[in-house]
C-alpha cells in the first residue's frame, strides 16, 4: 500500500472500529503481539510458521553433516523451540476472555474486538520457487461473540445480517457482495462474505460459530471460571468467531468505486476519464486546495490557513497550491478524480476580495461558489450525514 491505499485501508478500519465498538456497550477493544511462545503441548517441531533468527537456523542446519559441534542445537530443538508467528487473532483474544466476563461482571453476551496483522503461508500458485514455501501477511479484524448456547444460532443470523449489510453500505455496486453458508468437518455452522472481482469471487469475511471448544482447549481444567450469566443460568458462552481481511476490502471498495466518465480534455472516441467513486467515508482525501488567478503569496497564505483549519478538525486535505507547475484546471479535476479527492477548492483573488471560493465536486463535477467561513460545516456536515445513511 502506497500513501493513498494505506489512508483509504485506514478509514476502512476506522469504519470497522466504529461498528464493532461504538454502539456496543458490552464489545472491548484488545491487543496480542504478533509471535508468541510455542504451545505447551505442540509437537517439539509442530506445524505453524516459526518465528527463527537466520543465524541459529543456519547453525541448526550446518550441524545436520558430520561436522556438528557436541552440544549444538538440532534442527528439531530449534524449530521446537521458536515462537510461533500468529496466524489468527482468535487465540489473543480468548486469552482475554476472563478478563472481559469480570469486566460485565459475567453478564452474556459480551464481545472482544481487534486489528491487526496475520501471517499465512501463500499458496502454491503465488510461491516463486515451489521448492521454498513464502509466508504471506494480511491486515485481520476480529470480533469474537461469546453467548448463551441457547442463543447462538440467533446471534449467528444477527450478525451475518450487520456484516453483509456493513459492507453494502459503502458501495457503488452493493449486489457484488454476497453471502453463502457452510459447515465445517465437525458441523459447525458459518458464512463466508464474499466480493465479485473481475476475475472471480473471493471472500472478504468469515462468520462462523465455534461452539465452546476453543474455550475449554485455551483453559483446561477448572471450567468454572468460564461460566457466565444467562439469565439466572451459569453457561460456558459458545463462541462467534466474525473475522474479515482488510486488505482484500480495501482492494473490493477499489473495484467497486472505479467508473468511467467522458473525458473532456479530448474528442477522441473511446477516451475516458478514470473517476474513484469512493464512499465519502473511505476516500483518502475529502478535499484539494489548490490556487487560481491572483497574487500567488497571498493565495498560499489563505490555503495554508484554510489546511490548517481542516486538518484540526480531522478532515483530509491534499495540498494542491504547493505545486509549483502549471497546469489546466481540468488536468487537476482529472487527476484529483482518480485520486477520489469528494471536493476541490480553488482560491483566487475574489477569494481576497470577498471570501468566496470556488467548490467542484468530485461525483456532480458541479462547481459552486462558497464563502470561506462555510466552507468547513459544509465538508463536516457532508461527511456525517454521508456516513449516517
Known sequence: FGPLGVALRGNLAAQWWDSALAFREQVFAVDAPLHGPPAADAPRAGQGLRLVHSETLREALQGRGCSREPGGPSLEEVLGTAGMLRESL???????????????NKRLPCGLAQIGVCFHSLPESEQLNRSLRRIGERTTSLLAWFSS??????????WLRQRLQWWRKFAVGPSNFSSSDFQD??????????YSFPWGTETIETLKNLGDTELLQMYPGDSSKLLGRDGRKNVIPHVLSVS??????????????????????????????????????????????DVGKGPT????????????????????????????????LEQLYTKYDEMSVLFTVLITDATLENGVVQLRSRDTTMKEMMHISRLKDFLTKYITSAKNV
Not at 90 to 104: D, K, M
Not at 149 to 158: K, S
Not at 185 to 194: A, D, I, M
Not at 269 to 282: A, D, E
Request: hydrophobic share 40%; with cysteine; net charge positive.
Open 149 to 158: 448456547p441457547r442463543t447462538a444460532g440467533q446471534w449467528l443470523d444477527y
Open 90 to 104: 482468535l487465540p489473543g483474544a480468548l486469552a482475554q476472555y476472563i478478563s472481559c466476563l469480570e469486566l460485565v
Open 244 to 289: 474479515g481481511n482488510l486488505d482484500r476490502g480495501a482492494l473490493a471498495y477499489l473495484f467497486d468505486s472505479l467508473q468511467l466518465a467522458e473525458n473532456p480534455l479530448t474528442k477522441k472516441k473511446n477516451s475516458q476519464r478514470k473517476v474513484l467513486k469512493l464512499h465519502p467515508c473511505l476516500a483518502p482525501l475529502k478535499v484539494a486546495l
Open 185 to 194: 468437518e465437525e458441523g459447525r455452522r458459518g458464512f463466508n462474505l464474499h
Open 297 to 328: 503569496t497571498e493565495l498560499r497564505q489563505v490555503c495554508q490557513g484554510l489546511f490548517n483549519e481542516l486538518s484540526e478538525n480531522r478532515i483530509s486535505v491534499w495540498p494542491g497550491y504547493l505545486e509549483t507547475m502549471q497546469v489546466s
